[in-house]
């Protein structure tokens, strides 16, 4: 198993100049200059889509579709994952009224808002799946 | 793992240490095709200063991260042997760790057995500790209770902690609780750090453990911390700040003034470069090149040292 060492210092100092000329574009790319440090609003960082008036979400490629939904008091929302992997739609935060079980494939959950407001979640095994109910009287 | 095996990885860092000595910059990258990768950030460059890791007297620890016991799919078919595969690493190194940390996502979905198996292969580890921060994948339903029944014991809080070893103060937070897409800390555990902290003198070393990093490394992602901000401020006086995360799935280093920041790659697959997918979901790469995405992260610090030397090494 022991290699010679003169072979292995070659080939640590080229692969290692190599590796290096394609690590900085990288680096460069994920660090863009619109993102000042850690000073990182909380707020999304795109413009969410127009709210639409819908009972069922769906949830698929990862993503709650539709993103924005807008429902009457006392309407109860259904939730379908077609997604080979287990999503959750679960309230932002520690309190929040929505709080599923891991969804398999084909696995539905329901809620019914009983309070006007506006209800954003996320996916906790994939929080960047997020988006929002809003809830009118 | 045989013992020449062993004498080989000895032999590769000794050389590692002398091939990085020329780089001389607080923050190098060296990447060696097959065996390792590598950061160095022990400060200015000395070719004559000895190598930490070979130092019975300095610190030494390890960082696993990300196993996701239990997942299923074609970016990782047998994670559970991946992640031995890295266990087996970490006992074949040439030191014992004085505490091996698995920053998170040990469990794919939270389950009682994936709790139970994890903590099973843990405990095969050669070394005097194995800590732990939680993933957002060990709290997907009932926000970290059975993580913390099964790995919780002496936290504070949600599950943080705080510990010093061989002049080194640590912090292990957690950020994966209290989800709004971002990593989020929460008023109670910014309060614990910064009382933590406060009767510290400014030359002490700290190192600080997240699941989600605690820089912003790709908000549209969520990997970031959206009140990393207020824990940092209370770390800007220390000399020296290192702060070492997983989640994200691939090495990146990044320094901001006195803190160091450090992702570290998965024992189980890997994830896109931001921005280089829809969504950051599991990546399948070409049959045979697996392993060289995943890894294992050696840390070593020497009192009197400004800085850590951070090595990351491919999983053999």
């Given at each position: 198993m022991r290699k010679p060492r003169g072979i292995w210092e070659i080939a640590v100092v080229g692969l290692a100049a190599?590796?290096?000329?394609?690590?900085?574009?990288?680096?460069?790319?994920?660090?863009?200059?619109?993102?000042?440090?850690?000073?990182?609003?909380?707020?999304?960082?795109?413009?969410?889509?127009?709210?639409?008036?819908?009972?069922?979400?769906?949830?698929?490629?990862?993503?709650?579709?539709?993103?924005?939904?807008?429902?009457?008091?006392?309407?109860?929302?259904?939730?379908?994952?077609?997604?080979?992997?287990?999503?959750?739609?679960?309230?932002?935060g520690k309190s929040g009224p929505l709080n599923s079980k891991p969804l398999n494939q084909g696995d539905t959950y329901q809620y019914t808002f009983t309070q006007a407001g506006t209800f954003s979640y996320l996916c906790t095994i994939h929080p960047f799946m997020t988006a929002t109910v809003t809830v009118t009287p | 793992m045989s013992e020449s095996t062993v004498d080989e990885h000895g032999m590769t860092r000794r050389q590692l240490m002398r091939h990085t000595a020329w780089f001389g910059a607080a923050v190098v990258l060296t990447v060696a095709g097959g065996e390792v990768i590598s950061h160095i950030s022990s400060g200015p460059a000395d070719a004559a200063a000895p190598d930490p890791f070979a130092d019975p007297h300095a610190l030494r620890f390890v960082q696993v991260s990300d196993s996701h016991?239990?997942?299923?799919?074609?970016?990782?078919?047998?994670?559970?042997?991946?992640?031995?595969?890295?266990?087996?690493?970490?006992?074949?190194?040439?030191?014992?760790?004085?505490?091996?940390?698995?920053?998170?996502?040990?469990?794919?979905?939270?389950?009682?057995?994936?709790?139970?198996?994890?903590?099973?292969?843990?405990?095969?580890?050669?070394?005097?500790?194995?800590?732990?921060?939680?993933?957002?994948?060990?709290?997907?339903?009932?926000?970290?209770?059975?993580?913390?029944?099964?790995?919780?014991?002496?936290?504070?809080?949600?599950?943080?902690?705080?510990?010093?070893?061989?002049?080194?103060?640590?912090?292990?937070?957690?950020?994966?609780?209290?989800?709004?897409?971002?990593?989020?800390?929460?008023?109670?555990?910014?309060?614990?750090?910064?009382?933590?902290?406060?009767?510290?003198?400014?030359?002490?070393?700290?190192?600080?453990?997240?699941?989600?990093?605690?820089?912003?490394?790709?908000?549209?992602?969520?990997?970031?911390?959206d009140d990393a901000v207020q824990a940092l401020s209370y770390l800007r006086r220390f000399s020296s700040v290192t702060c070492l995360n997983g989640h994200v799935h691939q090495l990146f280093t990044k320094t901001e003034g006195n803190i160091t920041f450090h992702s570290a790659t998965t024992t189980a697959y890997p994830l896109p470069k931001p921005g280089a997918a829809p969504a950051p979901t599991p990546v399948t790469l070409p049959a045979g090149k697996l392993a060289d995405a995943l890894g294992i992260r050696e840390v070593a610090y020497r009192p009197g040292n400004p800085g850590l030397a951070v090595k990351d090494v491919k999983l053999a």
């Open positions: 190599v590796a290096l000329a394609a690590c900085s574009p990288a680096q460069s790319s994920t660090a863009p200059s619109s993102m000042p440090g850690m000073d990182m609003p909380s707020s999304s960082q795109s413009a969410p889509d127009a709210p639409v008036a819908t009972n069922t979400v769906s949830i698929k490629n990862f993503a709650f579709a539709p993103t924005t939904i807008t429902v009457k008091v006392g309407t109860t929302v259904t939730w379908t994952n077609s997604d080979q992997d287990p999503h959750t739609v679960t309230s932002d | 016991i239990g997942f299923k799919g074609t970016a990782n078919t047998a994670v559970e042997q991946s992640f031995t595969h890295a266990v087996n690493q970490v006992n074949a190194l040439p030191f014992r760790p004085d505490f091996v940390m698995h920053t998170g996502d040990l469990t794919h979905l939270s389950t009682p057995a994936q709790f139970d198996q994890v903590k099973q292969m843990m405990s095969h580890l050669n070394t005097a500790q194995t800590l732990t921060v939680p993933g957002e994948h060990d709290s997907v339903d009932d926000a970290g209770q059975k993580y913390r029944a099964a790995f919780g014991a002496g936290t504070a809080g949600d599950g943080w902690y705080s510990f010093d070893l061989k002049g080194v103060h640590f912090l292990a937070l957690v950020n994966t609780l209290s989800l709004e897409k971002l990593g989020h800390l929460g008023a109670d555990q910014l309060e614990f750090i910064r009382k933590d902290v406060a009767k510290l003198s400014s030359d002490t070393p700290i190192v600080v453990f997240s699941h989600i990093p605690l820089f912003a490394m790709y908000p549209a992602w969520g990997w970031g911390t």
